[in-house]
């Protein structure tokens, strides 16, 4: 089932993505599959997840949460519940509303009148939002007391199909903000008339869509919140991927400065963009550390997480209009966005924006207009979630391409060739000031399609229907862009103060030459631990045993900014920027220290075997260890100006300008990894039931560091693509009740689900970033691309949608019949 | 996640057993518990007590009578009856339970518990009626026996009254069987599945479409799809198959089930 | 209830109460907190743990269920500091990234392979079909096993 090679830029296979080399100080760590030093603890059970925290007396939380989709809170009484002997206390929304400031919105105007609270006040939006907190001695009993708490609802109409939220009969979620509409913005680069009026036909595509999903981390949210109240100081163990935003949105709200917000991570089971927004629960464990003056433990149950957190942006895609020549030559496109917010805007709109990052897809076209629309709906709130807001755009762009060949009887490979951004127009500035770092699209299809030997699916198509099987082959294509420059959230709201990005790192020698990384990150299983010690050693000329990093994330460590985290593909670039910065400071700095004690100049010096040395004269040779004890313990007789502390804080900083407002114009990210690939289906046309039989994934992500982790990072991101395509959706009925809010229903794929899998990579070095790397790891959707355009071709018909379960794949088979 | 408070007993024997739910209203059996404890996470069903059978040796065991009949313990697990080389003589029963769920499932989950919930998409149901098993109930009175086809009365519901226990199951001798299904995914939640048995005649089960099992006659496999067009199904609908789609699975899949055992 | 538990070797004596599950009794109780909780249906397996013998998931079990049984989790898998040769296949074979299913699919494994020492790729995910990964794909799962059968 697992077929891989690695093909190098000069087309020679390798294995180095498989077999894990023995590694040797000599040979440099960058692009060694180093085996990861955090499994060692993850298989011995000995991780750290936030349910494995434990405080003496801590005090366990249950949510009451709303079973109506829209309804007005009459009446709430906690009484009962707090008579129950065990229940320390509650927290209701009326008491938020009192304690704390509604959450900032990104928003601007009708979308910034939302008024955000940490419990429902008032009203209730969604089914599942969490209206009453109950804390008590055993989980036990939290979830007993719950079923006390009184809460009386008038039930309103709800909305929940978002192209009804704008009808004016639609119920109104937010009074505020006048209406379902949150925000709205035009983009349009070229001249589209132009476009249009030089093709030879105009393709309509009355709608598409992409559904609603997320990946479901196997562990969900959670926390264990500590106050001290004597300085006023919560610390909060937790499993949120980005707190540098919680932080921004929790201290204003909480009325207290960032710095009694004290973040602290270790083990987290799987984020991908869905632990980022979990700050109102945050929230509500603060505020009841203080109010019952104990730790208050948090543990989401699968089903709250379904009902409540972080679903992927819902979008269609409508009135799209492609202009385009008879060969295939895409001139341009227009086309009127409709998003679906959910309930509240958590980190929305910025979905409005970020899209734009990859405008154009992989493809040349310059004339392209997009209206986009956001709108709050009776369903959970909407937040980031694997390939946030550029997965829908790019399957956007894959399912045009794939229906203008359909309709121009052209060969979707050959028009993806047309239309690709080539590898010598690279970089490539697209139409809305985006540039695209590197790439070499043709090739990497070309191996992907050699990877299912695609000349022989012609033989293979008629062989499956000699067994009545209706044989598909789609193609994929999509990229990752990462590092965001934040500044793109102007065009969403221009008075924001957002701008650029920022990762840090710190690197020390100890006392006895211990070299200790501390990470800003906050890793859920990208292997940072490993991918950091390779990159300091390399720059140290140590043994790679010799670098300690921490694992997780502290805020106390002050090792991190404004933009600290683990999300949109970035570490790579940011954080291993931030340890390549902190850890050239370092190597500086002891040489520095060695240039004194030896009196020599400091290009005399080099790192080597663990220590500085003369380059000349190898035994003048300080190890590691003195330099730690020299500067930490032994400082006597140094000179007065030398300035040396080997502790040593780097911010890196990616290059990027404010965008052009006006013109919604600029860089708004600083790389683009890329994945393609292409999928082989079987169907059942008698079932609508189908199976992936084949399947190939090529990817390219710049200079790798740690082949293993990347093509671990592909992998997975394909099971979740799979997932998406054929079984997971966030399906709600007319009255906003979830349909699939358990692993019953919501089915994700398991072993045996998993088709036979081909890999290869090549490189194509960012000329941006300090190690040539790119940050990749989100996957872009891409198997969901190629899963539809397999279906459209088995089955002869236009695929429109996102989500193709069974049922829908037999109605396309009974479309394409009549 | 977490269950209500519950009494919990585990009787030495049947007699004692049946005691214990007869002498309390709010009693339930607990027999594998990969659906029952579910239940009672989510609070749809709290009992007073779980009567945990796993004490009942009486359950337990396959025999293979020289007819060629088995008689299969309810306790027996999934695992048990796949592994056992007495339900070999009918191999169709160790090749559905190996579909059920997954191998923790099947270590834990028995027969008895999957047709006693008759949870409509269960696969065991269907099976035992297009096979003919024959339910052993015991209760106060003694012991009755019902057919399968008489033994499932609604969703959630069988003959076996409060106070009763199925003991065991008993299947009559033969191969020509058959079974179909389309699930999510490998061994999923099933959408539509079918049960055939061919003994001069084909008579298959279809499960999912209702409440309980259908069974619908034919002469021959080819003849099962007009048999179950005529049986005027009304599947319930629900997020993973629309009434028309499920009813047009139904009779894709009871013919599949018919050839597959005709073919045997 | 007073229960008396044998897990990885160590016996246990406890009051527990008839509700308790038996995950929550080894992660809450006994402090054994590698076997995880990913679901509250019983799908995902990341619970699941060897009792008498038998792998099974232990969110669907009662603590007073396993009162005078031998339990196997994780974390008696290894002794002292090192790791068994399943588990340092896994780390060769990136058979891991968050390692929340880890110790599931660690026991999963384990059950197999005692049972089946030579398994063909289609019997080993079949036998970690009850153990959901949203990190890995299972690909590099399968084939850490794989490496290690005989």
């Known amino acids: ?818 | 996640m977490l269950l209500r408070e519950v009494e919990y007993a585990k009787p030495a024997s049947l007699a004692e057993a049946l005691e214990l739910l007869a002498a309390n209203d709010g009693a339930r059996a607990l027999a594998g518990g990969q659906t029952l404890i579910n239940v009672m996470k989510a609070r749809a069903a709290s009992p007073d007590l779980l009567v945990d059978l796993h004490g009942l040796e009486e359950l337990r065991g396959i025999e293979l009578a020289a007819d060629g009949t088995l008689t299969i313990g309810a306790m027996t697990t999934y695992s048990e009856l796949i592994r056992s080389a007495e339900a070999k003589a009918r191999p169709i029963l160790g090749e559905v339970c190996a579909q059920i769920a997954d191998v923790q499932v099947r270590n834990r989950g028995t027969v008895g518990g999957n047709v006693c919930s008759n949870d409509p998409t269960n696969h065991l149901p269907p099976l035992m009626v297009a096979i003919g098993a024959r339910m052993t109930i015991a209760g106060p009175g003694g012991e009755r026996e019902v057919p399968a086809e008489e033994f499932f009365l609604g969703v959630y519901m069988t003959a076996v009254g409060p106070g009763e226990l199925l003991t065991r199951i008993t299947v009559p001798a033969g191969r020509k069987d058959g079974f179909a299904s389309v699930t999510l995914g490998a061994d999923g939640t099933c959408i539509c599945n079918a049960a055939a048995t061919v003994n001069g005649a084909v008579r298959v089960a279809l499960g999912c479409v209702d409440a309980v099992p259908v069974l619908v006659s034919a002469a021959s496999p080819d003849e099962v799809a007009a048999a179950v067009r005529a049986a005027g199904l009304t599947p319930p609908a629900d997020v993973h198959a629309s009434s028309e789609y499920r009813a047009h699975l139904a009779e894709v899949l009871a013919s599949r089930a018919a050839r597959e055992a005709a073919e045997r | 209830m007073q229960i008396r538990v044998t897990v990885n070797g160590t016996t246990y004596e406890r009051d527990v109460e008839p509700r308790k599950l038996l995950i929550h009794f080894l992660r809450d109780d006994l402090d054994l907190t590698g076997s995880h909780i990913g679901c509250d249906t019983g799908n995902c397996g990341a619970c699941s743990v060897i009792v008498d013998g038998v792998l099974l998931k232990s969110c669907m079990l009662l603590a007073v269920q396993a009162d005078g049984a031998n339990v196997e989790t994780v974390e008696g898998l290894a002794a002292d500091e090192e790791l068994t040769p399943l588990q340092r296949s896994f780390n060769e074979h990136h058979a891991l990234q968050c390692g929340y299913c880890t110790p599931g699919m660690l026991m999963s494994a384990t059950a197999l392979l005692r049972e089946n020492p030579s398994p063909s790729e289609a019997e080993i995910e079949k036998a970690l079909q009850g153990n959901i990964c949203r990190c890995t794909g299972y690909w590099n799962i399968v084939e850490a096993v794989k490496a290690v059968t005989r």
């Open chain 1, 1 to 818: 089932m697992r077929a891989a090679g690695a093909v190098d830029v000069a087309g020679h296979a390798s294995e180095t993505t498989l077999a894990p080399e023995k590694v040797e100080v000599q040979k440099g760590w960058g692009g060694q599959s180093v085996p990861r030093r955090e499994d060692k603890r993850l298989l011995r059970g000995e991780g750290v997840f936030v349910d494995d925290v434990k405080r003496h007396g801590m005090g366990y939380l249950h949510f009451v949460r709303s079973p109506y989709a829209h309804a007005h809170i009459t009446r709430v009484d906690v009484s009962a519940a707090e008579a129950l002997e065990g229940v320390y206390g509650t927290l209701t929304g009326e008491e938020v509303a009192a304690l704390t400031e509604p959450f900032f919105q990104i928003s601007s105007a009708p979308g910034s009148q939302l008024k955000d609270y940490a419990l429902a006040v008032g009203k209730v939006r969604y089914v599942g939002e969490p209206v009453v907190a109950v804390v008590a001695e055993t989980r036990e009993l939290a979830r007993d007391a719950s079923e006390l708490v009184e809460v009386e609802y008038d039930p309103l109409p709800a909305v929940v199909d978002a192209r009804r939220a704008l009808e004016p009969d639609a119920p109104v979620l937010h009074e505020e903000a006048g209406g379902n509409l949150m925000w709205q913005g035009l983009y349009s680069w070229g001249d589209l008339d132009a476009a249009f009026a030089e093709a030879d036909r105009v393709i309509e595509i009355p709608e598409l869509h992409f559904h609603r999903f997320n990946s479901t981390p196997l562990e969900c949210d959670g926390a264990l919140v500590e106050y001290n109240r004597g300085v006023g100081q919560w610390t909060i163990h937790c499993n949120n991927q980005f707190p540098g935003f919680a932080a921004i949105m929790m201290g204003p709200a909480m009325r207290v400065g960032l710095d009694k917000l004290r973040f602290v991570t270790q083990d987290i089971g799987g984020g991908f963009g869905n632990k980022i927004t979990s700050h109102p629960q945050l929230v509500v464990c603060c505020l009841l550390a203080r109010k019952l003056n104990r730790p208050i433990q948090w543990t989401e149950w699968r089903t709250d997480f379904h009902l409540s957190m972080s679903h992927c942006n819902e979008r269609w895609f409508r009135d799209t209009q492609v202009a385009v020549k008879e060969d295939g030559t895409l001139l341009g496109f227009r086309t009127k966005t409709l998003d679906d917010a959910g309930a509240w805007l958590r980190y929305e709109p910025l979905g409005g924006v970020i899209w734009a990052q990859v405008t154009p897809g992989m493809y040349r076209w310059r004339h392209i207009e997009v209206e986009f629309t956001q709108v709050v709906t009776n369903k959970a709130p909407a937040s980031p979630n694997r390939g946030y807001s550029r997965m829908q755009h790019l399957w956007f762009t894959e399912r045009v391409i794939d229906i203008v060949a359909h309709e121009l009887g052209l060969d979707p490979v050959e028009v993806r060739k047309r239309n690709y951004i080539r590898a010598d127009e690279m970089p490539y500035e697209t139409p809305n000031g985006c540039v695209y770092d590197s790439g070499d699209y043709a090739r990497m299809l070309d191996l992907a399609l050699e990877l299912v030997d695609y000349g022989s699916i012609p033989q293979r198509r008629a062989e499956a229907r000699a067994r009545g099987k209706l044989l598909g082959v789609g193609i994929g294509s999509t990229l990752d862009s990462g590092t965001n420059n934040f500044g793109q959230s102007r065009l969403i709201n221009p008075d924001l103060q957002f701008s650029g990005n920022n990762e840090v790192a710190t690197v020390k020698l100890d006392i006895f030459g211990e070299i200790v990384v501390t990470l800003g990150t906050t890793p859920q299983g990208q292997g940072h631990e490993t991918t950091a010690a390779q990159v300091v050693a390399d720059i140290l000329h140590c043994p790679l045993e010799d670098v300690h990093v921490r694992a997780g994330h502290d805020s106390y460590w002050n090792s991190h900014a404004g933009f600290s985290g683990t999300y949109a593909s970035q570490f790579a670039v940011t954080g291993l920027g931030a340890v390549k910065g902190a850890t050239e400071m370092l190597a500086a700095e002891i040489k520095k220290l060695a240039a004194a004690v030896f009196q020599c100049p400091e290009e005399a010096l080099e790192l080597a075997d663990g220590g500085v040395r003369i380059k000349d004269n190898p035994d003048a040779f300080l190890p590691f260890m003195a330099c730690g004890a020299i500067v930490n313990a032994n400082n006597a007789g140094l000179p007065e100006d030398l300035d040396v502390s080997l502790n040593c804080r780097y911010v890196y900083r990616p290059p990027f300008q404010l965008p052009d407002l006006e013109r919604k114009y600029g860089n708004l990210t600083l790389t683009y990894a890329v994945q393609i690939h292409v999928a082989v289906i079987e169907i059942d046309p008698d079932t609508g039931y189908y199976e992936i039989v084949d399947y190939a994934a090529v990817d390219e992500c710049g200079k790798r560091i740690n082949p293993q982790i990347i093509e671990g990072q592909v992998m997975g991101a394909t099971a979740q693509a799979i997932g998406a395509a054929m079984w997971e959706a966030y399906e709600y009925d007319e009255d906003g009740n979830l349909l699939t809010p358990n692993f019953y229903d919501y089915h994700v794929p398991h072993a045996l689900d998993m088709p036979p899998l081909h890999t290869a990579a090549i490189e194509c070095p960012s000329p941006f970033t300090p190690l040539g790397t790119k940050g990749m790891g989100e996957g872009g959707g891409a198997g969901i691309h190629a899963i539809c355009a397999a279906l459209q071709d088995a089955t002869g018909v236009v695929v429109t949608d996102s989500h193709n379960p069974y049922q829908r794949v037999w109605r396309l088979l009974q479309e394409g019949a009549r």
